[in-house]
């Protein structure tokens, strides 16, 4: 399964604030960048993730995101976005600015 127009229209409409979103297909899922810096992912399963380690990776777990894995089981730095950020956009992108303020 790979992702829709309207899988990557719901990425931009959630990620408007930030401004300057760009995404470029890859193995079924969609790179997320702001700026050419990639901050997250939506994968061919729809699910979206932000790109986290350390600190604020922590933060994202004690929200309940969980962590990318690949169907090896290997794990990527990337970690679902909160629930209730899919449904505010203006919580998704304090969440994506977070991201990538710890890049």
């Keep these: 399964m790979s992702v829709s127009d309207s899988d990557i229209a719901f990425v931009h409409e959630l990620f408007e604030g930030l401004g300057g979103i760009t995404h470029r297909k890859m ?3 969609l790179s997320i960048y702001r700026d050419g810096q990639i901050f997250a992912i939506l994968s061919s399963s729809g ?10 990776a922590e933060a994202l777990v004690a929200e309940g995101s969980v962590r990318f894995e690949m169907e090896d089981g290997r794990g990527m730095n990337y970690w679902t976005l909160p ?3 899919l449904d505010d956009a203006a919580l998704a992108c304090d969440w994506a600015e977070r991201a990538l303020a710890a890049l």
Excluded: D, N
């Design 83 to 85: 629930e209730a950020a």
């Design 47 to 56: 699910q979206l993730y932000l790109k986290a380690s350390g600190a604020f």
């Design 27 to 29: 193995m079924g899922g």
